[in-house]
């Protein structure tokens, strides 16, 4: 079955530190991978997306999420962690097969304090 | 919110009531789609239309109808509402005009069913 994982609820950083939100997937081809932020009483928001080409893709609000094919990652990054970065952070996998559907994995919520 | 509105914001019913939640959008995307996300499961994909009268079903489909009479408008209908489908609703459009091609989301639509 095709499948995203995000393997943490929670992620605790401090302000200034550099964090990482885990994303690994699992489906047949060549995917489409992508990274949503979310916000209070808001939809989900595009961050970035992989399609193909160079591993590290730079998005939005100065985050980076570098892609692993045999590892099946796409954990999502930021040298240095803003309090205003706190939110609900969800990846998602379109399998090159349906083009017309996202999977969505379950979301991190990222805390950071400052 | 890319052009996008959901009415109700919020509404509470009752067990057994019939609820419909509509989904605007501007821009005349061709694909919309309908979600719902709840805590642990992230989002579900319950419907998704690839153009007018042309509709077909996510994985959560059972106990929701919907239709879509015009381009811009996207009609979710609960039948006869239960309380496991309280949730927030999600509608969302994919925007192929670009290489971004990904999905945008409305704001949501908050449904209590008692």
């Known amino acids: 079955a095709q499948s995203v994982a995000q393997p943490e609820d929670q992620v605790n950083v401090a302000e200034g530190n550099p964090l990482t939100v885990k994303c690994t997937y699992s489906v047949s081809g060549n995917p489409y991978l992508f990274w949503y932020v979310q916000y209070p009483n808001r939809g989900l928001q595009f961050l970035l997306k992989y399609i193909t080409g160079d591993n590290l893709v730079k998005g939005s609000y100065g985050f980076e999420a570098e892609f692993n094919k045999s590892q099946t990652s796409f954990h999502l990054k930021k040298p240095s962690a803003l309090v205003s970065d706190s939110a609900l952070y969800v990846c998602?996998?379109?399998?090159?097969?349906?083009?017309?559907?996202?999977?969505f994995g379950s979301g991190t919520r990222l805390s950071i304090r400052p | 919110d890319a052009g996008i509105t959901q009415s109700p914001r919020h509404k509470v019913t009752e067990t057994g009531t019939p609820v419909t939640l509509r989904c605007h959008q501007t821009?005349?995307?061709?694909?919309m789609y309908w979600y719902r996300q709840d805590p642990g499961h992230g989002l579900r994909l319950i419907h998704y239309?690839?153009?007018?009268?042309?509709?077909d079903k996510g994985e959560v489909s059972d106990g929701y109808s919907v239709s879509r009479s015009k381009t811009e408008d996207f009609l979710l209908t609960l039948e006869s509402a239960t309380s496991s489908q309280t949730s927030v609703y999600f509608c969302?459009?994919?925007?192929?005009?670009?290489?971004?091609?990904?999905?945008?989301f409305g704001p949501g639509t908050r449904l209590t069913v008692l």
């Open positions: 998602a996998v379109r399998p090159y097969s349906s083009a017309s559907k996202i999977i």
């Open positions: 969302a459009i994919r925007q192929t005009e670009t290489s971004t091609d990904t999905q945008y």
């Open positions: 821009e005349n995307h061709r694909y």
């Open positions: 239309s690839y153009g007018v009268k042309d509709t």
